[in-house]
Nanobody, 131 residues
Framework: QVQLADSGGGLVQPGGSLRLSCAAS????????IGWFRQAPGKEREAVSC????????YYADSVKGRFTISRDDARNTFYLQMNSLKPEDTAVYYC????????????????????????WGQGTQVTVSS
């Protein structure tokens, strides 16, 4: 019932930028929390960024603070991860994710920006940062 399509990955040199996109179908993003996760070869999937609805409770992993920005365009059922100043250690498959948030007075929150919070996932898009 919920489908996500993530895209925008590619090969970039250190210091470069990419913008990842996630398009949602079969539902509207209003009221859903969204997140981006990544998984490097041989590593566990880890949270990069999460945000509630609308634009609440934003989280960034320490490793990406100041470099990555999460944003959402609910009218287009799309959300994004802008990645700047990319480093080789950012190399991973990146996944977008959503789930229904917890309602507090008309705004929606997640309790933890972690994998188990999210029930719907994109297929992943590869980001490779290398000279």
């Amino acid at each position: 019932q919920v489908q996500l399509a993530d895209s925008g990955g590619g090969l970039v040199q250190p210091g470069g930028s990419l913008r990842l996109s996630c398009a949602a179908s079969r539902f509207t993003l209003d009221g859903y929390v969204i997140g981006w996760f990544r998984q490097a070869p041989g590593k566990e999937r880890e949270a990069v960024s999460c945000v509630g609805s609308p634009d609440r409770n934003t989280y960034y992993a320490d490793s990406v603070k100041g470099r990555f920005t999460i944003s959402r365009d609910d009218a287009r059922n799309t959300f994004y991860l802008q990645m700047n100043s990319l480093k080789p250690e950012d190399t991973a498959v990146y996944y977008c994710a959503t789930d229904r948030g917890t309602n507090f007075g008309g705004t929606y929150y997640y309790t933890e920006c972690e994998r188990s919070t999210f029930g719907s996932w994109g297929q992943g898009t590869q980001v490779t940062v290398s000279s």
